[in-house]
């Protein structure tokens, strides 16, 4: 049920794993303020309630008929004692009127930030309030944004019904239109020298030679790429993050005429790559991040994966620190040995992370919602848990699931409390404390009968994130539709007038996309 | 292959204008009242947010992926599978 795994990963981090908040005054739905100030799910009403068994330390390793499986804390509290967590948020600002957004950029040399989305082109910069827009440029759909110089920036835009794809270029103090270039579905971009590297997603890049950058003249066209989504260029050489081929690698060796000199496919595509030591790395969505050797620069190598959970879709690195943008937050991983990154930490942002850039001060991220700077502390290590699910399914004649807790940090991960808020469930773990890059296994075991819909809860010391909990659900739940079970049938008016009926559809594959403007 | 977009949180008219704006070549169907998204989303699917939701509905009219974060590689795997594309 690849399915399952893949929706969960980020839901994982986005279900209400709320911790106990004594600051706050209200406790969420479905929970209750405890006698310590706690918020607590409705029927554990203090950490003294539930005095926690100790941990039968009568096993050695688990077997697979269980019979050698610890029993952890029955309890779902957060720890009172946390390590330090090394990922700080320092900075955050909101940003209203934004529907999407796509990329941002740093421009050092004037410490100003830009994030291209929809429907506007915004720059931002560090002030003593904090995070403040300088600038915002209603553009509408703007895709990718590259620096052209301290005071100029290229905007691509994928085009649409009524104007096809192009790349327009500004001056951005006075915010003037210096050139426009039609480029079929635009979409990452690069200035290097006097060249402006152009991607198209309909699979190609164009070089412009923008030495007048008010008047770029195409030299050169490349077909023979995927659906490229952005391209870094280092040494004579440039990095393609292709959603549909991996990592494409050009030469620059004639920097008019880019040539496509290996393409390397390891766990899927790519939708943004960073170049740093030596090493790429390569934003694979739910895959997480691909770690490329560039030991020959024209034939990259993977050498493996990290996942720091979410759908990682930008990557920026600096200082020894990747960081990445995975649609539900932040993460920031060590990869000074890039044969074993490790995640420093995590944290879920207010609002969809779409793009991360990094300087010496830190991480830059846009959402839809906020734009925020993130800082991390390299000389504190933490612990990170991952839990692979956020929902198990009990089918019908199922009573055994099996949950993975990976420690992806650097510190000892430790499992605190495992508890259920249904009776009839039966939780072991297979250790109780778990190093850095191993997993422990939570065993789920259902004893009950009939429909099951409740919540596993896991007590960690994870310090972005001491509770998670986990839906356990009868699967075949007739009220939901599920994976291979037929599609239930509906009409709807378009609003183009038209009316539709899914069942007339029948032997075309269909694409529903439910979705909101805002 | 067919693609539907469908909104229910938007106002008609906004997501009228909405297709108008983005220039969108496919239909914009209109689910007042969350109507179909209650039959296919009644909350069992583990999401954040109801928005976004990528269905397929494969040849045989049966579902075959559903997902809340944009996963293009995904996406495009399955549909590959549906329309015999290598």
């Known amino acids: 049920m690849v399915w399952m795994r893949r929706v969960c990963w980020w839901s994982v981090l986005m279900l209400s794993c709320s911790e106990p908040k004594p600051d706050s005054t209200e406790c969420e739905t479905g929970f209750s303020r405890g006698e310590d100030g706690g918020c607590y799910l409705d029927g554990e009403t203090s950490q003294t309630e539930d005095e926690p068994e100790p941990p039968s330390e009568d096993g050695d390793l688990p077997d697979d008929t269980g019979s050698d499986w610890l029993t952890a804390p029955e309890n779902c509290i957060a720890v009172d004692e946390l390590p330090s967590d090394p990922l700080k948020r320092e900075m955050q600002s909101s940003v209203t009127g934004f529907a999407h957004v796509v990329d941002t950029i740093y421009n050092e040399q004037t410490d100003r930030y830009y994030v291209a989305g929809m429907p506007a082109l915004t720059e931002w910069k560090v002030s003593e309030t904090g995070l403040t827009e300088t600038l915002r440029y209603e553009l509408g759909a703007t895709e990718h944004v590259a620096l052209m110089g301290p005071d100029r920036v290229a905007i691509s835009r994928r085009g649409d019904a009524s104007r096809g794809g192009r790349v327009e270029i500004f001056a951005v103090d006075e915010f003037e239109e210096l050139a426009t270039i039609e480029v079929r579905n635009a979409a990452g971009m690069r200035m290097v020298g006097e060249y402006l590297y152009v991607l198209s997603g309909s699979g190609a890049v164009s070089t412009f030679d923008v030495s007048d950058t008010a008047s770029p003249v195409q030299v050169h066209h490349l077909d023979g790429l995927g659906n490229p989504w952005d391209i870094e260029v280092v040494d004579g050489y440039g990095y393609v993050a292709d959603n549909t081929q991996g990592l494409v690698t050009l030469s620059f060796s004639d920097p008019t005429a880019p040539a496509i000199v290996s393409t390397t496919m390891g766990v899927g595509g790519l939708q943004d790559v960073v170049v740093y030591d030596g090493h790429a790395y390569g934003a694979a969505g739910s895959r997480g991040v691909e770690i490329f050797s560039l030991a020959d620069p024209s034939a990259p190598e993977s050498i493996g994966v990290v996942e720091p959970g979410g759908g990682i879709i930008s990557v920026a690195v600096a200082n020894d620190v990747l960081w990445t943008a995975n649609q539900v937050g932040v993460a920031a991983i060590d990869v000074s040995d890039p044969t074993n990154p490790v995640v420093m930490g995590t944290q879920e942002t207010f609002s969809w992370a779409m793009a991360v850039t990094a300087s010496d001060a830190g991480a830059f991220l846009a959402g839809w919602n906020e734009v925020s700077l993130f800082a991390v502390d390299p000389s504190v290590a933490a612990p990170d848990a991952q839990v692979d699910l956020s929902a198990l399914y009990f089918p019908e004649g199922t009573t055994e699931q099996t949950l993975r807790v990976q420690n992806s940090g650097a510190a000892t991960l430790s499992i605190e409390g495992l508890s259920a808020d249904l009776a009839d469930i039966e939780l072991h773990v297979d250790q109780l404390t778990v190093a850095p890059g191993e997993a422990a296994q939570v065993r789920v075991r259902w004893l009950g009968s009939g429909d099951l819909e409740g919540e596993v809860c896991v007590a960690t010391n994870d310090p972005d994130q001491t509770i998670q909990r986990i839906q356990i659900l009868t699967s075949n739940d007739d009220s939901s539709v599920l994976i291979g079970e037929p599609a239930p049938d509906f009409s709807l008016y378009g609003v183009n007038g038209e009316y539709y009926t899914l069942s007339e559809q029948l032997g075309h594959p269909v694409l529903l996309v439910y979705f909101a403007t805002w | ?86």
Do not use: F
């Open chain 2, 1 to 86: 292959m067919v693609v539907w977009a469908i909104g229910s949180e938007d106002e008609y008219a906004d997501l009228a204008a909405y297709v108008e704006q983005m220039g969108m070549t496919y239909p914009l169907l209109y689910d007042e009242g969350a109507a179909v998204q209650d039959v296919y989303n009644p909350g069992r699917v583990p999401t954040n947010s109801k928005y976004p939701q990528d269905w397929i509905i494969g040849v045989d009219g049966r579902v075959k992926y559903v997902n809340t974060i944009y996963d293009p590689v995904e996406l495009m795997a399955v549909l590959d599978a549906e329309l015999g594309v290598e």
